[in-house]
């Protein structure tokens, strides 16, 4: 069997080729990637895969059984580069894709979740089977940001006390990777979200133990969060999808209560204290 991976040098990808590796898997291993020259540390075949240029699609998953799409990162365009990669997989003879959507996709009230719907529709009408990875949080979509709450001594948000239940990139990577090699566990929809949820108070008391120094959480209105994360050098877009999100959190939008990403990786998902540390060390 051949296994490929769409977004192979983004950090998920990474973790996923990793992840197989781990495993010993025994299926050959093809990193699909717009510039192959940033997979050659990968160590596995890398093929040119473009989603804006659909040419590079169909060849690069020729004699691919297995594919999994992560979701790419130009929000806003997905649901086109999604479809095109679905019927370039139809041509090509793929015979089954793991998609890496959002949790609670249907019903969630985040501005990401519109795409994700629309490409499971595409992948439900394509006549591929399929499995789909609904993904919570990231904890590193606020760990990333710890280093200026260090420096600034303050935690700042807009998710009042929200909570939030994301894992480690490592932890849904071992679980994307424990699905791929696995048939008994494809066709189905999975819901994964860490074992254990925090607000982000509970963030800034982890990070202030830490550190050794107080860092308290500063909650403030959507528009001042934007505006203070624009101020730090992030694009206006990106600052405004980001207090977006922290508002839906303070709504319930980023909790769940399930167990089944700790359960298809065989461990309890990777601790709020372990990945602070990672982030700050």
Not at 152 to 165: E, F, M, W
Not at 183 to 203: H, I, N, V
Request: aromatic share 6%.
């Amino acid at each position: 069997m051949t296994l490929a991976i769409t977004g192979a040098t983004g950090q998920l990808g990474r973790l996923v080729i990793e992840a197989l590796k781990t495993k010993g898997v025994s299926e050959e291993i093809i990193a699909l990637a717009r510039k192959t020259a940033k997979a050659a540390d990968l160590g596995v075949t890398a093929r040119r895969f473009d989603y804006d240029a659909e040419e590079t699609l169909a060849p690069a998953l020729a004699g691919v059984d297995t594919l999994l799409l992560i979701s790419g990162s130009d929000i806003g365009r997905r649901v086109a580069q999604h479809g095109a990669v679905i019927e370039a997989a139809k041509s090509a003879g793929v015979q089954h894709i793991v998609y890496t959507s959002l949790l609670n996709a249907p019903t969630s009230t985040l501005g990401l979740a519109a795409e994700h719907v629309a490409t499971e529709e595409l992948l439900a009408a394509s006549g591929i089977d399929y499995t789909l990875l609904r993904n919570g949080w990231y904890t590193e979509n606020y760990t990333m940001g710890l280093g200026a709450a260090v420096a600034h001594n303050a935690l700042i948000g807009a998710a009042k006390d929200g909570k939030i239940s994301s894992a480690a990139r490592k932890d849904y990577a071992e679980a994307a990777a424990a699905v791929l090699v696995d048939p008994a566990l494809w066709g189905k929809t999975y819901e994964l979200s860490g074992d254990e949820s925090y607000t982000l108070s509970d963030l800034a008391a982890t990070l202030s133990k830490t550190v050794g120094k107080d860092i308290p959480y500063v909650d403030m209105p959507e528009a001042d969060y934007a505006a203070a994360l624009t101020g730090a050098g992030l694009p206006a877009e990106l600052a405004a999808f980001l207090a977006h999100c922290d508002v839906e959190a303070s709504k319930g939008a980023l909790f769940a209560t399930g167990n089944e990403l700790s359960t298809l990786i065989g461990r309890p998902t990777t601790p709020l204290a372990e990945v602070v540390a990672a982030a700050v060390s």
